[in-house]
């Protein structure tokens, strides 16, 4: 396989990440990665094929699996890279990310604020990479379920709001507020970033219609179970036909679904 | 700022913080940020999660007031975005140099002049050499040889402290210091 077969190959995988196609990118990361067996562990287009991977992996669920790429590209970037390169730090964030949804949330946090640290010690102000640090380990309060949950999402917006990570951070905040049982702010804030994220990213993409799913929860907890049917049958429709009836995305929608028909039950 | 160590004091110089960040006080609201972090309590007092979630809802106020200094440093700057990095400062704000090639037209002055030095006293000592007598000239030689290459070396030693106490007079606020030379919170 030639240099511009797997170039090709990358290309299309990225392609498919971005649309949300994660089945489609997964194959193509996995016959990249075949290309490559014989690299080095730090050669740079190996480490980047197993992190963008892992983001795959991350889109479909298959969490332990991405940690392991995750492991291996942070090992190679720190080796040839050093701890404090923008990429070694990315990857780190991504590993706490992976671990803190295997419910390993002490080792998350301790990974997630480290990648803060040296992004704040060795990236500039405005490098994107350490906002994604700060993100990290504001998803790890939030889904772990911290006291103060609610004001660091909110700290995160404000903190992001000039970064290609604002529309994650208020996604973030719409969950916050949800779980701490402030559903008004969370619909407000909600109802302002849908616009944003369909802009950003389509109104098919998996971000987008797990927000919208947000939304019809915020709107279940705060006793408007028909708004919040309707929401949630429309994202579920959107993504029945966008991404397919087995998609994480789908799976996780009809759930939601499912749980607002059930009644006033607590769904998170 | 200095205050005592509990969790009241924190969130009350976050507030503070973030009084001035909605005032567009930059400076000021990143410093109650780093007193707050400063007032976090570490003795055991917390639970590790609650004092990490702490931490994290301080650096992300003080990264706020950063950003926010920053963007005003650089409106301030007409565009420019090698300011500063408030709070990490790996350059010091400060007006821009009117003239740019001053410091290599400086260098290579030096340069030039060591050079002419050199080769003058080189002369200097050449002549010397030639009007000696034949019996004395290769001791001569040897003690001039080894002068020259004494001054040489003193020039390049004298160069080298030249240009680090250069770099060394360039200014930094405390902020700047603390932030770089703490204990990286």
Redesign the interface.
């Known amino acids: 396989m030639t240099g511009l077969a797997l170039e090709t190959m990358r290309e299309r995988a990225d392609d498919a990440r971005n649309r949300g196609l994660f089945d489609e990118a997964d194959e193509l990361y996995a016959s990249a990665l075949d290309v490559l067996a014989g690299s080095p562990e730090t050669d740079e287009v190996l480490c980047q094929v197993l992190y963008e991977r892992a983001l795959v992996l991350y889109g479909l669920g298959r969490f332990a699996e991405g940690e392991g790429c995750l492991r291996r590209a942070l090992t190679g970037r720190e080796k040839a890279l050093g701890a404090g390169a923008a990429e070694t730090i990315e990857t780190l964030a991504r590993l706490a990310e992976a671990i803190g949804e295997q419910g390993r ?2 080792e998350a ?1 301790a990974l997630a ?1 480290e990648a ?2 040296l992004g ?2 060795s990236l ?3 490098h994107v990479v350490r906002a994604g640090a ?1 993100m990290a ?2 998803w790890v ?1 939030v889904s ?1 379920g ?4 609610d ?2 999402a909110r ?2 917006v ?2 992001l709001e ?1 970064t290609p990570y604002a529309g994650s951070a208020r996604n973030l905040l719409v969950r916050a507020l949800r779980e701490s049982g402030q559903f008004e702010e969370a619909e407000r804030v909600a109802r302002e970033a849908l616009p944003l994220r369909e802009a950003e990213l389509g109104p098919d993409h998996p971000h987008t219609l797990l927000l919208r799913g947000d939304l019809a929860l915020t709107l279940h907890g705060a006793g408007r179970p028909d708004e919040a049917l309707a929401v949630a049958g429309e994202a579920l429709d959107v993504s029945e036909r966008a991404l397919g009836s087995q998609a994480p995305c789908t799976v996780r929608l009809r759930h939601v679904q499912e749980a607002i028909a059930a009644g006033p039950a607590d769904v998170r | 700022m200095t205050t005592t160590r509990s969790v009241d004091g924190f969130l009350a110089l976050l507030d503070l913080s973030d009084g001035y960040r909605v005032a567009g006080q930059w400076p000021e609201a990143f410093e109650a940020a780093q007193a707050a972090l400063d007032a976090l309590p570490s003795d055991g007092s917390l639970t590790a999660e609650e004092h990490d979630e702490l931490l994290l809802l301080g650096w992300l106020k003080r990264e706020n007031a950063s950003a926010g200094w920053y963007g005003s440093l650089r409106d301030g700057g007409e565009g420019r975005t090698d300011l500063v990095d408030p709070g990490r400062g790996a350059v010091a704000a400060k007006p821009a140099d009117p003239d740019p090639l001053r410091r290599f037209r400086l260098g290579a002055v030096a340069v030039a002049t060591m050079c002419c030095v050199t080769v003058s006293t080189s002369l200097v000592m050449l002549v010397i050499v030639l009007g000696a007598p034949a019996g004395q000239r290769v001791t001569l030689a040897g003690w001039g040889a080894g002068l020259l290459g004494c001054f040489v070396a003193a020039q390049i030693l004298s160069l080298w402290w030249w240009k680090r106490l250069a770099r060394a007079s360039g200014t930094e606020s405390p902020v700047v210091r603390a932030c770089t030379e703490g204990d990286g919170r």
């Open positions: 949330w002490v946090r604020h803060a640290r704040r010690a500039g102000i405005d700060l380990s504001t309060a772990s911290g006291r103060h949950a004001e660091v700290a995160t404000a903190a000039d």
